[in-house]
């Protein structure tokens, strides 16, 4: 699962990136020219496998994942993204928008003003209208090819109108059926956007921000992005006292997981034993059948059975042996809806 994070100049994207990853990648403000994208594979903080890797004791515990990419977007005169920055992002499941909401005198803003509002409407700009030009751009293809009559043609008509009108597809506008019919395009508008405010010390009031990204239907995230970069270079046992003093009981990391996982509609389920305690990442909904494919193809093609167990439930029986006798263990069938923290031991043939 990858998360793009896109920023006007001296936004602070990059510091996002090393606040959500402990790591330390130079920031704009005291690099030159242009840079590679700065990529990381950063392990989802999940405290029940923690729990449940003291208690089994496996050769090997395995978090979920989150690939964070700070893409070093390139702006073109008219306000748009070059193709190449476009590219990068359609190939991303999230993308992360990163707005300057900090006063820092050593850090001239590009816009010589601060205004969140401002900048963000740029940001969606360039991301609705690059998504206006795939659409027409098919749809004069469609009507050279004698085909304005297709389905395709008309849900593109409808999609071009939204866009137009300078509005996001969003997350729900289309179906199942029309994320296979576009999915060779990966419309970046109906991806799910996060918006994250960085503020700091001295901030511009985000309150107008947050409301014009909730009436879009888009996640909204405030990090005082300096001071947790800082933070996340400590070990996690000095973090506390700081991340205290931000009014903040958790690291940054943690608390944008959670937006992402909301965002894209996942939760996760686990999978214990002697060799592996591991989580494993699903969208909300999925059934039994489809998280075994997750694991491994052969389990979904031999689905017999998933024999389930609920995460607190197991905990407090203190293990698999004394929760199949208390009848904690429940055996159910490839359509059973998995639950965010459910067991799972996939039954299988093939």
């Known amino acids: 699962m990858e998360t793009a994070i896109i920023g006007l100049p001296l936004s602070g ?64 005169d008219d306000g748009g993204m070059s193709a190449g920055s476009i590219g990068e992002l359609r190939n991303a499941d999230a993308v992360t928008l990163v707005i300057r909401a900090f006063v820092e005198e050593s850090v001239a803003h590009p816009q010589d003003s601060l205004d969140c509002l401002r900048d963000f409407r740029r940001l969606m700009d360039t991301l609705v209208f690059s998504d206006l030009a795939v659409a027409e751009r098919r749809m004069e293809r469609l009507v050279k090819e004698g085909k304005r009559s297709d389905r395709e043609y008309g849900k593109l008509e409808k999609l071009a109108e939204r866009l137009g009108q300078g509005k996001p597809i969003g ?13 060779g395009f990966a419309f970046l508008t109906a991806k799910p956007l996060i918006v994250v405010a960085n503020t700091g010390e001295a901030s511009c009031d985000t309150a107008p921000l947050r409301a014009a990204v909730q009436e879009q239907g888009l996640a909204f995230f405030e990090i005082q992005g300096a001071a947790e970069m800082e933070i996340a270079q400590l070990a996690p046992e000095d973090q506390k006292e700081f991340l205290a003093a931000l009014g903040a009981v958790e690291p940054a990391r943690a608390r944008f997981v959670r937006t992402i996982y909301d965002a894209l509609g996942l939760i996760s389920f686990l999978t214990v034993g002697e060799d592996e305690v591991r989580a494993w990442t699903i969208p909300v909904g999925a059934p039994a059948v489809e998280a075994a494919g997750v694991i491994h193809s052969d389990l979904a093609r031999g689905f017999i059975r998933a024999e389930v167990a609920a995460y607190d439930a197991l905990v407090q029986a203190g293990g698999l042996p004394a929760a199949r006798q208390k009848g904690l263990l429940r055996l159910e069938g490839k359509d059973y809806v998995v639950q965010n923290g459910d067991v799972l031991n996939i039954r299988f043939n093939v």
């Open 13 to 76: 994207k990059t510091t996002l990136f090393n606040a959500l990853t402990g790591l330390s990648a130079q920031t704009s403000s005291h690099a030159g020219g242009s840079r590679d994208a700065n990529v990381a594979l950063v392990d989802v903080p999940d405290e029940r496998v923690e729990r449940l890797s003291l208690m089994f004791k496996p050769e090997k515990t395995i978090f979920a994942n989150i690939r964070f990419k700070d893409l070093q977007v390139e702006f073109t």
């Open 171 to 183: 997350v729900d506008l289309l179906s199942a059926d029309d994320r296979k019919l576009f999915s």
